[in-house]
């Protein structure tokens, strides 16, 4: 069964940097869009942070990340990373890794769009 598990989280003061890592187990997501997104505390929607394309050539952030984050894909290790620098807290959040496996190329940024999803992997930034 196709699964994706992240890990990498953690707590970190303002400033620091952290790294995710997503690992696909399987089956391969090499050819497909990848997606981080993140959900702040309960009552909050889950929100897109990064996408990169099938072969790392196109990468999209949402505004509140640009600048600071850097997603990118090993594909030989079927993985893809989150680098986040100069954090925040309003960065914390449960971080899931998703995987789009429509025919689209697009980087995709809506939830209903990406059919395999982590558990998530709590990041907590102390201010």
């Known amino acids: 069964q196709a699964r994706l598990v992240e890990s990498g989280g953690g707590l970190v003061q303002a400033g620091g940097s952290l790294r995710l890592s997503c690992a696909a187990f399987g089956r391969t997501f090499n050819n497909n869009v990848l997606g981080w997104f993140r959900q702040a505390p309960v009552g909050k929607e889950r929100d897109f942070v990064a996408?990169?394309?099938?072969?790392?050539?196109?990468?999209t952030y949402a505004d509140s990340v640009k600048g600071r984050f850097t997603i990118s894909r090993d594909n030989a290790k079927n993985t893809v990373y989150l680098q986040m620098n100069s954090l925040k807290p309003e960065d914390t959040a449960v971080y899931y890794c998703?995987?789009?496996?429509?025919?689209?190329?697009?980087?995709?940024?809506?939830?209903?769009?990406?059919?395999?999803w982590g558990q998530g992997t709590q990041v907590t930034v102390s201010s």
């Open positions: 996408g990169i394309s099938w072969n790392g050539g196109r990468t």
């Open positions: 998703a995987a789009d496996i429509s025919v689209s190329t697009s980087i995709r940024t809506g939830v209903n769009e990406y059919e395999y």
